[in-house]
């Protein structure tokens, strides 16, 4: 813990341009990933382009696409990209299928090559020098449980690993390291937006959104659980993140589908940009309230509103408890 808190300190002794410099961090979440899509909608529709985008699983995939194309245009052809995946473009098969990949013993229930195709409908980039914004892509070490970011060279064995969820997809063969879905350690990679020059960041978290689902199988139980750990990592570096710093959490709709279930994907869009834009609005006009319980116990951060004048400070979260 103390080597966490010297490493943000350094950073906060950084000094400040005048230039508000801002990151995106895009969390993993699976099929819930659409709601990002329109997250990034609203915040493109206001200016708001970041300097880095930090992503991990569905959110490594969203953030590559954003990073070619940082505009609106982009970003509809990212949703077109989402509205016309199905169960089986992902995981091929059916519900037999999964029976017998299990009964047979393998080390995971799909092969990637319907993921593989999903990231080049995706974004035409083919390596990190493609793209006009920089990208980090976390994925986790399965040898030793490190936590591994990519940055540059190929894009798409970063995004397979990162997106590589253990025992769903197999494990990639990359860098000289076995990789998996990097939300096993960091779902939600803020640290790594931390770690730069930055002012303020807007986390795209639909994390929390595996705790909607009713639990029908092993892999919902699985999951759940899963998600409650790696929220403990996200709290934690909000936490002790450096009072310069703004954080700002969009709001996520409701999202009670299964694992495997892509449909419904343009209204949960159009359901996280109706959430989303009204948001930012207020967040942009100063007017932003923190209702989140970590406020009410007086462990929230405080950061500084980073304006081309006189910065205010003011509490950070826009985090809504809402439903679509």
Not at 29 to 53: S, T
Not at 74 to 80: D, Q, S, Y
Not at 92 to 109: C, E, F, Q, S, Y
Not at 138 to 149: M, N, P, R, S, Y
């Amino acid at each position: 813990m103390m080597h966490l808190r010297r490493a943000i300190a350094a950073v906060a002794s950084e000094p400040s341009s005048d230039r508000v410099r801002t990151a995106f961090v895009l969390s993993g979440g699976g099929n819930q990933g659409v709601a990002q899509i329109g997250m990034l909608r609203a915040l493109i529709e206001r200016d708001i382009v970041p300097d880095v985008v930090v992503g991990c699983s569905a959110g490594a995939l969203n953030g590559a696409a954003l990073c070619y194309a940082p505009n609106l245009t982009g970003i509809a052809r990212l949703g077109a990209v989402w509205s016309e995946l199905g169960t089986n473009d992902v995981f091929p098969g059916g519900k037999l299928t999964r029976a017998w990949n299990v009964v047979r013993r393998g080390t995971h229930l799909f092969a990637n090559d319907g993921l593989a195709q999903v990231i080049d409908r995706a974004t035409p980039a083919r390596s990190f020098a493609d793209l006009r914004i920089p990208l980090r892509v976390i994925a986790a070490d399965l040898d030793t449980g490190d936590e591994v970011v990519f940055a540059r060279g190929p894009l798409r064995p970063a995004l397979l690993a990162s997106a590589a969820l253990p025992g769903v997809f197999p494990v990639i063969q990359h860098d000289g390291r076995q990789l998996v879905d990097g939300g096993v350690i960091d779902a939600v990679p803020l640290w790594h937006a931390l770690c730069g020059p930055i002012d303020r960041i807007f986390v795209l978290n639909v994390s929390h959104g595996v705790t909607d689902r009713a639990m029908r199988s092993p892999l919902d139980v699985v999951m759940t659980s899963f998600a409650h750990s790696r929220n403990m990592r996200y709290e934690l570096d909000r936490r002790y993140a450096p009072d310069h710093i703004e954080i700002v959490e969009l709001p996520r709709p409701s999202d009670p589908r299964e694992l495997f279930d892509f449909s419904g994907a343009s209204d949960l869009i159009e359901a996280a940009y109706a959430l989303s834009a009204p948001a930012l609005d207020s967040y942009l006009a100063g007017n932003v309230t923190d209702t989140s319980e970590d406020s009410r116990k007086n462990r929230r951060l405080r950061v500084r509103f980073a304006t081309a004048t006189k910065p205010r400070r003011l509490p950070t979260s826009l985090r809504h408890k809402a439903t679509a």
